[in-house]
């Protein structure tokens, strides 16, 4: 069998591979390098005598696309074939020749949206044996960044949505709480004692780092954001490079405001932003050019293409683009 699945939920997809193999008794390789990945071929033999093989393949899709015959030769074969990616072009040639042949399926992994998370979240705990009422869910939801999410509308739709939070997070976060409760119910009280909004204390720092011209301490700051939770460097740098992107754009958008000359109270108005937050956003504001911050976001989002398609080292294209702020 052969599929490919598709989302940003990365954890979600882990799980139930792992899952998958331990219901087949199968024996997992996962495939990172598109050098050391095998050929299609290679893919689809098995010894004689030896298990059967789930082979996970993370975006590695591209390099065997160019194949059109690919999903021909892997449709015999006895090894369950897993292609992860985040996302997928449509509009290739290959992609769709793929999409559309009878040998290949595709799975969707969403990230939980908006109260979805809040569900998620209890539903985790349960799994785990432990008890958490809704309104302490909904408070751990808000502070791993379930209202931060950044949508994309066409039309009037939601077209896209971008979470700032990721599954790792969150799973890691119910495990510590659970571990405080000590088999008890996970309170309120406990997710204020212990749970820290969701990257944007970090990503201030990193910024404050940035304007001015800090560079180690940058580096250092995006190293501790990197070795905390749980969850693969590629993830976390995507999380992080979207975390910081969006304070840029917050940047840009209070300079435009403040250069029109509007007052904090509509601002406040606008974004829906405690008067703390606008501090540290007018505060920021001041540190970039308007030609620098555009200059900085544009740099980000061009990581965020890479980082997604390139075989280079996540963190290798970080420190590229720390370097170049």
């Known amino acids: 069998m052969i599929s490919i699945f598709l989302g940003p939920d990365d954890f979600t997809k882990k799980e139930y591979i792992k899952s998958l193999a331990e219901k087949q008794g199968a024996v997992l390789e996962v495939f990172r390098d598109a050098e050391n990945a095998p050929r299609a071929d290679k893919l689809a033999e098995r010894d004689l005598f030896a298990k059967k093989k789930i082979l996970v393949l993370e975006n590695l899709l591209s390099k065997y696309a160019a194949d059109e015959k690919m999903a021909e030769k892997l449709a015999g074969c006895p090894n369950d074939i897993i292609f992860l990616e985040e996302k997928l072009d449509k509009r290739s040639s290959a992609n769709k020749k793929i999409l559309a042949n009878k040998f290949v399926t595709t799975k969707e992994f969403a990230l939980p949206h908006g109260k979805n998370l809040d569900k998620w979240i209890m539903e985790k705990v349960k799994f785990y044996q432990g008890k958490i009422n ?7 939801a808000r502070k791993l960044g379930r209202d931060e999410a950044l949508e994309t509308k066409f039309g009037g739709k939601v077209a896209d949505v971008k979470e700032v939070y990721n599954l790792w997070q969150a799973d890691n976060e119910v495990k510590k709480l659970l571990a405080l409760s000590g088999g008890g119910e996970i309170l309120e009280n406990d997710i204020e004692e212990l749970v820290v909004e969701n990257g944007e204390v970090d990503v201030f720092k990193i910024i404050n780092a940035l304007a001015d011209n800090k560079k180690n ?13 749980s969850g693969d460097e590629k993830a976390k740098i995507i999380q992080l490079n979207a975390l910081i992107s969006e304070q840029f754009r917050n940047i840009l958008a209070v300079q435009d405001l403040l250069s ?11 974004t829906s932003w405690k008067s703390g937050r606008l501090y540290v956003m007018k505060k920021n504001a001041v540190k ?38």
């Open 134 to 140: 809704p309104k302490a869910a909904d408070l751990l």
């Open 217 to 229: 301490l940058a580096l250092g700051l995006v190293q501790d954001f990197l070795d905390s939770g």
């Open 260 to 270: 029109r000359k509007v007052m904090d109270e509509e601002i406040l108005s606008r």
């Open 288 to 325: 970039f050019s308007q030609v620098k911050a555009k200059e900085l976001l544009a740099k980000l989002e061009h990581l965020d293409e890479e980082l997604k398609t390139s075989a280079t080292p996540p963190r290798v294209l970080l420190d590229l683009i720390l370097a170049q702020m």
